[in-house]
Structure formats: C-alpha cells, structure tokens
C-alpha cells in the first residue's frame, strides 16, 4: 500500500534550486534510501516531508493528507532524526527527562511514554544510561537517544537523515541491526539518507539515486546493481600497468568496463570470474607485470560512480 | 492507492499512540517542568542573582537618604526608597518574560532542539509561555523576600499589596509577548542579544524606574507611554506609596492602557509566531 506520495515538488533557496522536480513513492514497510552527492536536495526533501520546509510546488500526500493542508495532522504520523545529533536533546536533562519532555509534547500520557522508553531501551540494552545526563553521552549513545526519541510516539512512518554519520563501525553496526529488527517486527516504513552504501545496500528495499535536485533513478539495490553492466570487478594497482597491458585487458571479451573510482585502482568488470580472471592472469603473466591484483563483487559504490561520479568510462567489447 | 485514513494511522497495523490535537496547557505544563529541571540544576546562578538584587535595594537605600524629590508633591527619603523598591518589584517579576523566550530559542540552538520543536503538532506560543512561567515561578523565589519587605517597609494593606501583585501580572502578560516577538526575531536573525540590551536600557530610563516620567521632556514621555512598564511602575508606586502619588493619567486609564497593551501584543506576537514560521520555512532558514 502506498504510505506518501510526493509529485514534481520543486523548491529553491532564492536563485539556488534545491529540487528540481522530484517524484517519489514510498510503500507500507519498505525501507527507501536516498542517495546523493552532497547538496542535491536530499536533506531538502526530507525536511519538506517532516514540515520543516515549505515546497515551492508540487503535491505530497502523507497516509491520506495533504502536506499543504494537513500539516497538524501529518506531525502526528511522522518520526524525524536529523543530521546533528550531537546536539539533540537538553544537554542538562536526563535521558528519561528528555524523553519525557519530547513524549509530552508529542502528546503521549506519562504511563505510554514509561512503556515506550522501556521497550524502545530494551532493543539497545539501553536502560542503564536513562539516568544520565545528555552531556554526559557519548556520541553512539546520543544517536540512540534521538532513534529513541524519534519512535516514542509509534510513528509508521521514520525519517533518517544520515543515521550513522560520524559513529564508530560498532555503534553503526548495532543501530543497522536495531532498525532492521524494528522495521520487520513492527511494521515500520523507513525513508532513509547515507552516505554509507553498505548500509544502504543492508537496509534498503529500494533506492533512490538523486542529482542535481532530480531523482534520477528507483530500483533496488539489486537491480541498480545490475544495470553497472558487470557483476564482478578485477581490480589492478593503476601505477604498476602499463598502458599496453591496460590496452589487451581491456580488449578481453570477459572485460565488460572500466571504472576509475580510486586513482591507485583500475577497476575492470567481467562478465565471468574464473575465465575472466584467468584471462586477466595470463596477459598480466605474459608481460611480466607485477600489480596489486583483487577481486570484489559490484556494490552500490559502483552504482554510485557510474551515475554521479562522471569517472565510468564503457566501452564495447 | 495511498494508504488513507480519516484518523492518523487507523489503516495501518502501527497506529500512532497520539493523533489527537495536543491542549495547549499540556504544552505549557511539560514546557514548564523541563525549564524547572535545567534550572534546578543551575542554582548558583540564582543565588547570584538575589545576591545582585540586594547590592540594588543597598544602594537604593543610600541614594534614597540624601534625595528628597520636589515635584508636583513632595517625597522625603523614605518615601524614595519606596519609590525605587515598587518600580523594582515589577521588575523582577518581571524582568524575565522579555529575555525567557530569547533564551528559549538560543538554548533550542545550543542544544539542537528547534528542530525537534518545529516539526512537532504543538502550540508554539504554549512552549514559549510555558519557559515564561517557568522563569516567573523561579523568580518568585527571590519576588517574595523582596514584596513582603515593601510590604512591612511601607505598612501596606491587603488590598494595596493584592494591587501590587495584579500590576506585576499584567506587566508580565505583556512583556511575555514582546519577548515572544523578540524570540521570533532571534529565529529569523539569530543574534538578538544586543537589542534585548537596548530595550532593557529603554525600560530602566525611559519608562521610569529611577526618575518619574512626568519630569520628562515631552518628546521622551510619548516614548515612555509606549512601554508597558511606564504603567506598571506608575501604578505600583501609587499602591506603594499609598496613593501619595501623582500618576501620569488617573489609574484607571493607566489599568486600561496595561491590559490593552497585553492584550494587544499577545494577539500581535500570536500573529507574527505563524508569520515569522511560515517565512522561515519558506526562506528555507538553516535554523529550522
């Protein structure tokens, strides 16, 4: 079931144009992602959905209600965790005030906001930190507190904006294995930004390539995946192969592609890795050249380069 | 089809705990118990503050004893300290509700709360009423020594003190929505501190505390009838000093002007709140 709906939402900062013309849909307990390089609209957006920006034009409808009209209504159905959360909540509070208070004026009784900060804590075996003051957090256990905070009122709707930045593999790890648990059992919809693709491609149903203010392109991860062109890449150390051997590899009819993503690595996409490595192999072999040599599968990092990054060069085989 | 529901949620299997409106008061109630925690937890600063309010009641009672006022009547040296103490009195109660909004702002800056504040379905004005009344309900604590002092000093009846305190309420009404226009413009501006200066500086010289309006030049006197405080201390000092005093009008246009002008900015701070959100949603303000 469709859960919003945003239509050609357009909206500029004076003369600088912040979404183009954005269309999107976001279905009942499916994990959307926005991707994007910095400033092409993806924050914008969100904070369009969460009411905290008012579009230029456009039409969304949030379960039912128009943004423009039912913006009270829409207030109560939404979970918002912003970019900054090291500074989020009351610095001179307790976790459970904070809580509390933010509860309170999402217009919850004490006894469901008590219900809600237990059950929510037990996910992150979180209890032990309530009593403490926000300052005294640190920035993993900050970040818990905004989710926390965020899903205190059973909001179907989530939205996070870059909800790992800045946070120790560990943390992020526990938040994306949090989110994943959540969103399955409680039936949640996530509309999601990072600049992580493996979380990205952990936890999104589908995503959503952004550029320019436009979205470009919808799919899942999977099928982004596949329209790369090659679903395994060799990758070779660029300062060690010369451009003959570079030459011959690519003329291999395994070889697919080449990405330059990373000045040190040439990254060759091959159609079938036992033939295409060995091929690889051998004219490597054959002209004595002596590179870093590896080997890795097609991420979104790939889908990422190929359609923002203007660094893919395809060629026919 | 789009998952529509008359009430927020109900088609779905995660209905929101809350879809309801939620009451102002309740806004109000948690504002006021979240500013009474924070400043629970600073202290020494109120104990400063009374300690500052004291050093001004000395040195109100040093000046007092060697000026004798000789206006349209006559005040010895004690009537002067009563004088300054009635002004000072509706000061402190005061005093705050123009600068607890700004504050509520900076610290939703500071702490990275506006956003939380902005995208949630509450009364904003209710959060900004709430961190005045909060402020006021600490600033009691340092109003009542202080009030039952002018009380003993100048032998006051029930219902002149009762007259005192009413003064201090209808002030507060209207510094509140002057200070909740003061917050809409740290919104939009950010750095406000400067003119919350300047206009502290207006209340303390033009509307009266230290010098009576009416020995003004006549330019300064219309100034000082705009200001809500002109009233407040007009009127507490004829109840301090047991109607031995000239007011500027008689007292009950000077009541009427007091309620008026809360009643008015609170409407026009109500109107400006809805205004200054929409613009800074519009603008796309990097604060909310």
């Known amino acids: ?317 | 089809m789009i998952a529509k529901s008359t009430k927020p949620g109900v088609s779905l299997d995660n209905a929101p705990l809350s879809g309801k409106p939620i009451p102002f008061w309740n806004v109000v109630k948690a504002t006021v118990v979240k500013d009474l925690q924070i400043r629970k937890r600073y202290l020494p600063d109120l104990l400063g503050f009374f300690a500052q309010l004291i050093v001004r009641v000395i040195f109100f009672l040093i000046i007092s004893s060697f000026i004798v006022y000789k206006g349209p009547i006559v005040l010895n040296s004690r009537e002067i300290f009563v004088f300054f103490i009635a002004a000072f009195l509706t000061w402190i109660f005061s005093g705050n509700a123009l600068y607890a909004p700004v504050d509520s702002v900076n610290s939703d800056l500071l702490n990275g709360t506006l956003e939380f504040i902005y995208s949630n379905p509450i009364y904003r004005y209710g959060y900004y009423v709430g961190t005045v009344i909060a402020n006021t309900l600490v600033d009691l604590v340092v109003f009542v020594p202080f009030y039952i002092f002018l009380i003993w000093y100048a032998g006051l009846n029930f219902f002149l003190a009762l007259s005192i305190i009413l003064v201090c309420f209808l002030v507060l009404a209207a510094m509140m929505a002057l200070g909740i226009m003061l917050a809409l413009l740290a919104l939009l501006w950010r750095q406000v501190t400067s003119l919350l200066g300047i206009l502290f500086l207006l209340f303390e010289m033009v509307a009266g505390a230290y010098f009576p309006v009416a020995q003004y030049p006549k330019a300064l006197q219309y100034l000082a009838y705009t200001l809500p405080y002109t009233w407040g201390y007009d009127l507490a000092r004829y109840f301090a000093l047991k109607g031995h005093w000239n007011t500027i009008f008689p007292i009950w246009v000077e009541w009427t002007f007091l309620g008026v002008y809360a009643i008015f900015y609170t409407v026009l701070s109500s109107f400006l709140l809805k205004k200054v959100e929409m613009t800074s949603k519009k603008q796309g303000l990097h604060i909310i």
């Open chain 1, 1 to 317: 079931m469709l859960l919003l709906s945003a239509q050609n939402v357009r909206k500029s900062y004076g003369k600088v144009v912040a979404l183009q013309d954005v269309t999107l849909e976001l279905h009942e307990k499916e994990i959307l992602a926005l991707l994007g390089t910095n400033g092409s609209g993806k924050t914008t957006l969100i904070k369009i959905l969460a009411t905290l920006l008012t579009k230029d034009s456009g039409k969304v409808e949030i379960m039912g209600y128009d943004l423009d009209t039912h913006e009270s209504e829409i207030r109560h159905l939404f979970g918002y965790v912003g970019q900054d959360t090291e500074h989020s909540s009351y610095a001179r509070l307790t976790v459970k005030e904070n809580l509390q208070f933010f509860g309170k004026l999402r217009g919850l009784k004490k006894k469901q906001i008590d219900q809600q900060i237990e059950k929510l804590s037990a996910y992150f075996d979180f209890d032990s930190n309530l009593n403490k003051l926000f300052m005294h957090l640190s920035g993993g256990q900050k970040q818990t507190v905004v989710i926390i905070r965020a899903l205190l009122h059973n909001p179907a709707l989530i939205y996070l904006d870059e909800p790992t930045k800045g946070l120790d593999p560990i943390i992020a790890h526990k938040i994306r294995t949090f989110l994943k648990e959540y969103t399955s059992k409680e039936g949640k919809t996530i509309l999601l930004t990072s600049h992580i693709l493996t979380e990205v491609d952990e936890l999104a149903d589908r995503v959503v390539l952004f550029h320019g203010g436009n979205n470009l392109i919808t799919d899942t991860p999977a099928n982004l995946k596949r329209t790369v062109g090659a679903p395994e890449f060799i990758e070779i150390q660029a300062e060690n192969l010369p451009a003959a051997t570079f030459d011959k590899i690519s003329k291999l009819e395994t070889v697919l592609l080449h990405i330059e993503k990373d000045p040190k690595w040439i990254s060759f996409g091959i159609s079938d890795f036992f033939n295409g490595t060995e091929a690889i192999i051998n004219i490597l072999r054959d002209d004595g050249v002596h590179a870093g040599f590896r080997h890795r599968v097609v991420s979104l990092e790939d889908v990422f380069v190929y359609y923002l990054g203007g660094l893919t060069e395809k060629f026919e085989v």
